[in-house]
């Protein structure tokens, strides 16, 4: 069993930083993709941040310059350092990754998501 384990949100106001953890555990075999999505109220979940195994990113326009994701092989786990952050980027966070385990093809698997809430 893979579980991806979120951890870092909270109320912060505008102009204020957060950093969001999310770790995977279990039989994990390869990682291929890590991302993070969120997810505001009445909107649909949309993709903030990407990074692929070579270390390449990719960014949400209305976060590149905010926020950086990065993350560590070694102990399975993705971080989204979110700086000048703004009301709008109120929403609920998730972690996704594609992740392959012996035996089995590669599939998504989602973190539970975070609350990360901006005050004005």
């Known amino acids: 069993q893979v579980q991806l384990v979120e951890s870092g949100g909270g109320l912060v106001q505008a102009g204020g930083s957060l950093r969001l953890s999310c770790a995977a555990s279990g039989s994990i075999l390869s990682i291929y993709a890590m991302n993070w999505y969120r997810q505001a109220p009445g909107k649909q979940r949309e993709l903030v941040a990407a990074i692929g195994t070579g270390g390449s990113t990719n960014y949400e326009d209305s976060v590149k310059g905010r926020f950086t994701i990065s993350g560590d092989s070694a102990k399975n786990t993705i971080y989204l350092q979110m700086n000048s952050l703004k009301p709008d980027d109120t929403a609920v966070y998730y972690c996704?990754?594609?992740?392959?385990?012996?035996?089995?093809?590669?599939?998504?698997?989602w973190g539970q998501g975070t609350q990360v809430t901006v005050s004005s």
């Open positions: 996704n990754m594609k992740i392959g385990k012996f035996g089995y093809s590669p599939r998504d698997y």
